[in-house]
């Protein structure tokens, strides 16, 4: 896995070489990142939180 | 060799066990992340093909919607819309189930504060007043009267439509407890014990997760709920009342297992799994 940056504090992150879409990594700097893909690979955003709909 | 698709949002440890067991099995497992997927209704050709697919976006309209458009690919998919969408309304799963005679708590609905004043004084307090669609026991409250409830309802007329369907339910005084039992097919493999010192046991609000033994009764009824949504893999919470025994409170159509599989030693995701594939060789 290409080393990934945090979007808000642009510190690396470490991610597995295993991760998937949609997994999420809590960052030290305390950013919610949800890693996806852009096309050309794997990136991260901030995640955005629960949704009113999210649950079972 | 079958080939399967994993449709998901957020990757949690349910999702990542379950993609485990499902590559032991299948011969290729897709990944549908559906927050960066384009679904059509009308097909194209090849978008998406896959013997069998197994919703579990923890989102319920994603759940509901890419559900529909794969089926009208011709994708089998567990579960199906229709059994999302119905489980997915505590209104329509309820009156559901009580067709098929699967016993519930006394429950009422009404559409208006005095009306729903009426409906409490009928059940006698307190009552517990749900939202019609919900998850991890947001927005559950206990009225334990009259002036409770109407503060209730009419925080809740502001709150949109959907929460201006009240939902009122006769308060089961459980045993600190209540149970999840998780449904593959016909069968039963694991159920736990939610405990918790709140009325509210939802593991996600707190609940401790302890393994329970799945009794005949129990099982005969989760079965019976599961079949009466059309639910082919769900979690249903069971509630265990005083006087009236084994009650179904609702059925959940993307159930979270990882806690069942931590106390009971289950592998719920090869059982998953499992039905799955021989779902797909059908």
């Given at each position: 896995m290409p080393q990934l940056r945090c979007p808000v504090c642009g510190l690396p992150v470490e991610v597995p070489d295993?991760?998937?879409?949609?997994e999420l990594y809590e960052h030290e700097c305390g950013a919610t990142l949800e890693l996806y893909e852009t096309g050309n690979g794997l990136s991260l955003r901030v995640f955005e939180g629960l949704e009113e709909d999210w649950g079972e | 060799m079958p080939t399967a698709l994993l449709v998901y949002d957020v990757a949690r440890l349910d999702e990542k066990l379950l993609l485990d067991r499902m590559r032991r099995l299948f011969d290729r497992v897709e990944l549908l992340h559906l927050p960066s997927a384009v679904l059509e209704?009308?097909?194209?050709?090849?978008?998406v093909g896959a013997d069998i697919a197994v919703q579990r976006s923890i989102s319920f309209y994603r759940a509901v919607t890419s559900t529909a458009a794969l089926e009208a690919q011709g994708l089998r998919v567990v579960n199906t819309s229709h059994a999302i969408l119905v489980s997915g309304d505590k209104a329509v799963s309820t009156g559901l189930l009580v067709r098929n005679r699967v016993p519930v708590p006394e429950t009422l609905l009404a559409y208006g504060l005095e009306s729903t004043v009426k409906a409490a004084s009928l059940l006698g307090y307190p009552v517990v007043v749900k939202p019609v669609q919900g998850s991890?026991?947001?927005?559950?409250a206990l009225a334990r009267d009259e002036e409770e409830l109407r503060a209730i309802v009419e925080h809740r007329e502001y709150m949109g439509a959907l929460y201006r369907v009240q939902y009122v339910q006769e308060y089961v005084r459980k045993p600190g407890r209540d149970i999840r039992a998780t449904c593959i097919g016909d069968s039963v493999p694991a159920a736990i014990y939610r405990v918790s010192?709140?009325?509210?046991?939802?593991t996600a609000r707190g609940g401790r997760a302890e393994p329970a033994r799945v009794t005949p009764e129990m099982e005969d009824l989760t079965l019976r709920a599961c079949k009466a949504l059309g639910v082919e893999v769900g979690g249903v919470d069971i509630v265990e009342h005083p006087e009236k025994g084994l009650l179904v409170l609702e059925v959940n159509a993307v159930p979270e297992y990882k806690n069942v599989m931590r106390v009971t030693g289950v592998d719920v995701a090869r059982e998953i799994a499992e039905y799955l594939y021989g779902e797909a060789k059908r």
């Open positions: 295993d991760a998937l879409p949609g | 209704f009308t097909s194209r050709g090849g978008l991890w026991g947001r927005l559950l010192g709140s009325w509210i046991t939802n």
